[in-house]
C-alpha cells in the first residue's frame, strides 16, 4: 500500500506501523516506550506525529476527493498520533516535520525531564542515554523547573547482579513488558500512582535466568549491571562484537573493555539466533577472564617445581622430550569451546607427530550432527509443534526464548531497510501462548515445562527406550512391554505423534542426556525422519559441531581421550581440560613421559605437567566456531591483557618454530586456508551474521564402538547456564548462585543430614567435587542433579553419599 510520509512516498506492506513507515523513509521521531522484538503500547507519547488518511463514501464506496485538487481528500486525526501503535493504511499521510509535531516532540521531553534527576556528569548511562540523545534532539535546552525535583531510591538491588536508580526511571515499561514477553517470568511492575510510582518487584527479587538485558533496553541510567557499574564511560570503552562461547548456539555478544580488563557483556543482535538477548551466565561469566592468578607465562618443572620460562625454552623442552617417543605414543587433546582454527592447528601438529590419538572433549560417542540439515533457531520460532527432551533454559537458553516465541504464534518479522521494525503491531501484552503445541521431557521438573501443554517426567537414564517407543508407535506398532518409567502410555504417545505428523513445521530438541546415549541419538534421528521433522541436537559446547565437521576426533577409541587419560599415551599435550580432578587418573598422569598443559588457571592437572602454558580465553581469541545450525560465526579478540598467553594455534607456531617447521595452523590466516578449501568460504571476509553451512553435513565418522543404552547412577549431570568451572573466579556470580550446586530431593537430604547451603566435598562418578547442597521437590527421590564439567560430561553417574566430606555448614559461610 502507498504511505506518504513527509515528502516521501513509500510501497509498505499491509500491519506495518507509522513509526517503521517514518524511519523506511529515512525520517526520524523520538521514542522511549517501544523496543524491538516486543510490544508497542504509546506510553511515553514521544512519538507523536501528525497523521491523515483518506475516505471513502459509505454509500458509493468512492474516495472522497478534494475539490481543488481532485485527489482524495486527507482527512487528519483531531489529535497528534503515537506512530509506534498506528498501523499505515492505503493512502496514509505522516507529518513529522511541522511545527505542531515538534511543539509536540518538545513539551514531551520536557515533562519527561520533570522528575528526572540532570545527574548525566555521573550516570553510568552519560553517553549512551536515550534520554540525553532525544533531549539534545527535541528539546529545548533549557529547564523551566527550578523547584526541587522528586527523591526516590538511589541504589535499590533488584537482585545480585541488577541495580534499580528509581529517580533515574522514566517509566517507559520496556522492563516490565521484557519479563512477560521474553522469558515469561511476569515480575516487575509499576507499583503507587502518578508522581509517586515506580518500578519495583513483588518478592524483591528477579526470579529469572534473564535478568540482564532489562540492562540493555533501559533508554536511561535507571537500571544497570552492578558488576560493571561506576567502572566506566560508554566512550572509554572499547566494544568487541564476538561469538559467545558459552554454549552450543552462537550467540552474538559485544565485549566492553577498559584499560585491558573486560569490564562488561552486551548482548548482540543476530535476528536468526538470539535476535537481542543474551542470558545471565553469558552476560556475567567474565570476571575470570580478569582474574589474578592467571597463568601469565609458561612453565617447566625443574628438580620437581614448576619454574617461570620463555616459549622458546618450554618447545625446545617439549621437542626434546617427543623425539625420544614414536608418534602413536602420543596424544593430543583439546577443548570443545576451542576455534576451528585451533582445532586445525591441534590437527596438523598430530600429522606432524604421526599420531591418530587426537580427540576434543566433551565429546558423546555418537555424532552431533543431524543427518539432515539441522534445525535452525529460526525454525524453532515458526515450529508449529515442538517435543523436548532435554532442560534447554540451561543448556541452550538461545533456544528456550526462541521455543517461547513459536509460543506466540506470531513468526519472526520481516528485516526493514533501517532493520528489525522498531514497532510489531501483531505483538500484544500479555498474549495468550498457544502451549498445546509444546511437549517437553526430562528426568526432572525443568523450567520450560511451566511453559508447555504436556511435560513427560521418565525415569533417568530411559531416553532410549522413550525415542524407540515413539519411533514404533509412528510406524504404527503397538507397544508390548510396560511404559510406566517413561512418563506416558501409548495413547498420549500416539497423541504426541500424531501432533508431530501432522504439523507443517515440527521440530524435535534433543540434550545432553540424549547425547550420552548412543541408542538414544539413533532413535531421535529416525524418529524425526519418520515424522519429517528437523532435529536439533544441543553439543556439549560452543565448537562440538564444528569440531567434527573438520575431523577432530581419533580413527579408533583406543585413541580417543578417555583412552588416553587412562594410560593409552605416554606423553600428552592437553588444551584447556583438566582430567586429574578423577583421582584415579591423576594417578595415571604422574607416570607420563610428558604432560603438556595449555590452560587458563594452575589447575589439578598442571600442578602434575612437565610443562605449563598460558592460554587465553575466549575474549582473547581470534578465530571461527561453528553452532548447532551449521552457521560459521566470526571470534574476535578484544583489547585485553593476555601477556604471554596464546591460543592453540600460537602454541603449534612456537613447536614450529622450536623444530624448524612449518605446520599448517600456525596461525590464524594459516588455519583459515586449510578450512576454506574445507567449507568453500573465505573466514577472514565473515561478517557479525555469518555464514549458514549447506544442507547435508552430516559427519563423515562412524558412531563409536562403545555403544551403550544408557548410564546407570543416581546424579544426573547436564550443562548448566553458568560455567561451573569458573564459578569460584566470579564472585558477582557466585554470590547470584551460591556455588557448584548439588540438588537433591528433600528427603535424600534429611537422610543423610544435609542442609540447604552445606558445602560438601562428595565424588561425583570419578571425580571429587565441592558443592553446595540445595533441597528440591523438582528432583525426584532417590536422585540427584549436579551441573556438568568439560571433563565430566552430560548423562547419569553414581554418587556416592557415603563419600562426603562437610566443608563448611551453612553457619560458617553466612
Not at 535466568?209 to 558488576?227: E, H, M, S, W, Y
Not at 550467540?251 to 537481542?276: Q, S, Y
Not at 552457521?631 to 591460543?647: C, F, G, K, T, W
Request: with cysteine; charged share 25%.
Amino acid at each position: 500500500m502507498k504511505v506518504r510520509i513527509n515528502d516521501v512516498e513509500l510501497e509498505l506492506a499491509p500491519g506495518t506501523s507509522a513509526i517503521d513507515a517514518v524511519f523506511a523513509a529515512g525520517h526520524d521521531v523520538p521514542y522511549f516506550c517501544s523496543e524491538t522484538y516486543m510490544s508497542p503500547i504509546g506510553a511515553c507519547r514521544m512519538c507523536l506525529a501528525k497523521v491523515g488518511a483518506p475516505r471513502q463514501d459509505r454509500s458509493t464506496g468512492e474516495w472522497i476527493l478534494d475539490e481543488e485538487t481532485g485527489e482524495p481528500k486527507v482527512f487528519y486525526f483531531p489529535n497528534l498520533m503515537a506512530t509506534c501503535t498506528t498501523t499505515v493504511m492505503e493512502g496514509m499521510v505522516i507529518d513529522t516535520l511541522s511545527e505542531e509535531v515538534k511543539d509536540a516532540q518538545n513539551s514531551m521531553v520536557e515533562f519527561t525531564l520533570i522528575n528526572h534527576p540532570l545527574d548525566c556528569p555521573v550516570c553510568d548511562k552519560g553517553g549512551a542515554c536515550e534520554l540525553q540523545d532525544r533531549a539534545y534532539e527535541y528539546g529545548t535546552g533549557l529547564s523551566r523547573f527550578p523547584f526541587d525535583k522528586r527523591h526516590q531510591e538511589k541504589h535499590h538491588a533488584l537482585s545480585e547482579l541488577i541495580t534499580l536508580d528509581r529517580e533515574r526511571c522514566i517509566h517507559c515499561k520496556r522492563c516490565v513488558r521484557y519479563f512477560e514477553e521474553v522469558p515469561g517470568d511476569e515480575v516487575l511492575d509499576f507499583i503507587e500512582r502518578g508522581g509517586h510510582t515506580y518500578i519495583g518487584t513483588a518478592d524483591e527479587d528477579l526470579p529469572s535466568n534473564f535478568t540482564g538485558n532489562i540492562t540493555d533496553i533501559c533508554p536511561v541510567g535507571a537500571l544497570l549491571d552492578t558488576t560493571s557499574r561506576f567502572r566506566g564511560r560508554n566512550w572509554e570503552y572499547h566494544h568487541t562484537r564476538t561469538t559467545s562461547l558459552d554454549d552450543s548456539s552462537g550467540t552474538p555478544i559485544v565485549v566492553d573493555a577498559r584499560t585491558g580488563h573486560i569490564e562488561r557483556i552486551k548482548a548482540g543482535l543476530h535476528p536468526d539466533i538470539n535476535k537481542r538477548w543474551i542470558d545471565d551466565g553469558i552476560r556475567f561469566g567474565h570476571e575470570y577472564a580478569n582474574a589474578d592468578d592467571r597463568i601469565q607465562s609458561p612453565m617447566i618443572r625443574k628438580d620437581g617445581e614448576l619454574t617461570q620460562a620463555t616459549w622458546d625454552e618450554a618447545m625446545a623442552f617439549i621437542a626434546t622430550k617427543i623425539n625420544g617417543l614414536a608418534g602413536k605414543e602420543v596424544g593430543l587433546a583439546i577443548r570443545a569451546d576451542a576455534t576451528l582454527e585451533e582445532g586445525v592447528a591441534v590437527l596438523a601438529l598430530a600429522e606432524h607427530l604421526q599420531t591418530g590419538q587426537v580427540d576434543h572433549y566433551p565429546r558423546p560417542n555418537a555424532s552431533v550432527i543431524p543427518p539432515e540439515t539441522p534445525a535452525t533457531f529460526d525454525d524453532l520460532a515458526r515450529a508449529d509443534a515442538i517435543f523436548v527432551l532435554a532442560d534447554v533454559t540451561e543448556e541452550l537458553p538461545a533456544a528456550d526464548l526462541r521455543i517461547k516465541d513459536a509460543l506466540k504464534g506470531v513468526v519472526p518479522p520481516e528485516l526493514m531497510e533501517h532493520g528489525v521494525p522498531i514497532a510489531d503491531l501483531r505483538l500484544k501484552e500479555r498474549m495468550a501462548r498457544k502451549r498445546d503445541i509444546l511437549t517437553v521431557g526430562a528426568p526432572f521438573i525443568t523450567d520450560l515445562m511451566s511453559h508447555s501443554g504436556k511435560s513427560v517426567l521418565y525415569q533417568p537414564g530411559s531416553e532410549a527406550d522413550l525415542l524407540e517407543a515413539l519411533v514404533a508407535v509412528a510406524a504404527g506398532e503397538s507397544l508390548t512391554s510396560d511404559t510406566d518409567h517413561l512418563g506416558f502410555d501409548q495413547s498420549e504417545m500416539q497423541l504426541l505423534v500424531t501432533q508431530l505428523i501432522e504439523a507443517q513445521k515440527p521440530v524435535i530438541v534433543c540434550g545432553g542426556l540424549v547425547l550420552a546415549n548412543d541408542a538414544a541419538v539413533a532413535a531421535a534421528k529416525t524418529l524425526a525422519k519418520t515424522v519429517d521433522a528437523r532435529l536439533m541436537l544441543i553439543g556439549p559446547m560452543a565448537n562440538s559441531f564444528g569440531l567434527e565437521r573438520i575431523g577432530l576426533f581419533p580413527s579408533h577409541d583406543k585413541y580417543d581421550y578417555e583412552a588416553m587419560i587412562s594410560g593409552g599415551a605416554k606423553a600428552l599435550i592437553l588444551s584447556g581440560l583438566d582430567p586429574a580432578q578423577a583421582p584415579a587418573v591423576a594417578t595415571k598422569l604422574e607416570d607420563l613421559d610428558l604432560l603438556v598443559v595449555h590452560d587458563l588457571f594452575l589447575t589439578e592437572t598442571a600442578t602434575k605437567a612437565h610443562v605449563v602454558l598460558p592460554a587465553r580465553t575466549g575474549y582473547g581469541k581470534e578465530g571461527t566456531v561453528m553452532n548447532l545450525e551449521g552457521r560459521l560465526l566470526p571470534v574476535r579478540s578484544a583489547p585485553i591483557e593476555n601477556n604471554h598467553a596464546e591460543d592453540f594455534t600460537g602454541l603449534v607456531r612456537h613447536f614450529g618454530e622450536a623444530s624448524g617447521v612449518r605446520l599448517e595452523g600456525r596461525s590464524t590466516r594459516s588455519a583459515r586456508r586449510v578450512l576454506r578449501k574445507k567449507f568453500d568460504v573465505d573466514l577472514n571476509d565473515l561478517n557479525d551474521q555469518g555464514v549458514l553451512g549447506e544442507a547435508g553435513t552430516e559427519s563423515s565418522r562412524q558412531d563409536s564402538s562403545k555403544v551403550n543404552r544408557g548410564q546407570k547412577g543416581n546424579a544426573f549431570l547436564t550443562k548448566a547456564m553458568v560455567r561451573t568451572e569458573y564459578l569460584d573466579k566470579n564472585p558477582s556470580l557466585r554470590a547470584s548462585n551460591g556455588g557448584v550446586l548439588l540438588r537433591i530431593n528433600p528427603a535424600e537430604a534429611n537422610a543423610w543430614g544435609l542442609h540447604d547451603s552445606d558445602v560438601v566435598s562428595v565424588m561425583v562418578g570419578k571425580l571429587r567435587r565441592l558443592v553446595t547442597i540445595q533441597s528440591s521437590e523438582l528432583i525426584p527421590e532417590g536422585f540427584m542433579h549436579v551441573p556438568s564439567l568439560p571433563d565430566q560430561p552430560a548423562g547419569l553417574v553414581q554418587v556416592d553419599l557415603g563419600t562426603i566430606q562437610i566443608e563448611r555448614s551453612a553457619l560458617e559461610t553466612v
